[in-house]
Nanobody, 116 residues
Framework: QVQLVESGEAWCSLGGSLRLSCAAS????????MSWWRQAPGKERELVAA????????SYADSVKGRFTISRDNAKNTVYLLMDSLKPDDTAVYYC?????????WGQGTQVTVSS
C-alpha cells in the first residue's frame, strides 16, 4: 500500500521559515521523482518544486525560486521542502507527489499558513 505522509510546522509569520517532510512507503522511492505542489483557496494546484530520483536535478516555480529548497534522503524514503522568506501568498495546502515509472501518487496535503 502506497503512502505519502506530509508533516511539518503549519504556521509562521511573514519572513519566517518552515520545513515540510514527506515520508514515503509502498513503492521504490529511489526510482521515483518527487515534487511538492500547493493549492491556495480558489486557485488551481500548482507545481512548487521537483527533484529527480537521484536528487541531482531540481526545479522550482519562479514564485519560490531562491526561497524554497527541495531535497531528499533516499535512505529514509523522505523528501523535504525548506521554505524561507515566507510570504502570505505562500499560504496554501501543500501536497507531496511521487512519480514512479508506472503511475503517480499524492499525499493527503498539509496546510501552511503565513501571517502578515
Amino acid at each position: 500500500q502506497v503512502q505519502l505522509v506530509e508533516s511539518g510546522e503549519a504556521w509562521c509569520s511573514l519572513g519566517g521559515s518552515l520545513r515540510l517532510s514527506c515520508a514515503a512507503s509502498g513503492f521504490t522511492f529511489s526510482r521515483s521523482s518527487m515534487s511538492w505542489w500547493r493549492q491556495a483557496p480558489g486557485k488551481e494546484r500548482e507545481l512548487v518544486a521537483a527533484i529527480s530520483n537521484g536528487g541531482d536535478q531540481t526545479s522550482y516555480a519562479d514564485s519560490v525560486k531562491g526561497r524554497f529548497t527541495i531535497s531528499r534522503d533516499n535512505a529514509k524514503n523522505t523528501v523535504y521542502l525548506l521554505m524561507d522568506s515566507l510570504k502570505p501568498d505562500d499560504t496554501a495546502v501543500y501536497y507531496c507527489k511521487a512519480t514512479t515509472p508506472f503511475r503517480a501518487y499524492w499525499g493527503q496535503g498539509t496546510q501552511v499558513t503565513v501571517s502578515s
